[in-house]
């Protein structure tokens, strides 16, 4: 089994920053894409951002030039760097790991407001 543990949610203000980490462990061989999606309330699951195992990566429109992804392979973790944020960025983020089938994370809570 693989799991994976985010950590670094939490309560920010308007134009703060979070960094999420997500680290993965278990039975693992290799990790190929990693990356992170996000829940709001009410609203479908949506994904934020990915990294390739060659360190390509993906934004989504709604946080391109805000949010930064990147990995470290030797500790199995991706993380989300997130700056800017705004009110519309709250929700539950959600780590994915591609180790041959997708592995999920738990969720972390993000909430912006004042």
């Known amino acids: 089994q693989v799991q994976l543990v985010e950590s670094g949610g939490g309560l920010v203000q308007p134009g703060g920053s979070l960094r999420l980490s997500c680290a993965a462990s278990?039975?693992?061989?290799?990790?190929?894409?990693m990356g992170w999606f996000r829940q709001a309330p009410g609203k479908q699951r949506e994904f934020v951002a990915g990294?390739?195992?060659?360190?390509?990566?993906n934004p989504a429109d709604a946080v391109k030039g805000r949010f930064t992804i990147s990995r470290d392979d030797a500790s199995n973790t991706v993380y989300l760097q997130m700056i800017s944020l705004k009110p519309e960025d709250t929700a539950v983020y959600y780590c994915?790991?591609?180790?041959?089938?997708?592995?999920w994370g738990q969720g972390t809570q993000v909430t912006v407001s004042s």
């Open positions: 994915y790991a591609d180790v041959g089938w997708r592995a």
């Open positions: 990294i390739t195992r060659e360190g390509s990566t």
């Open positions: 278990g039975r693992i061989v290799t990790i190929y894409d």
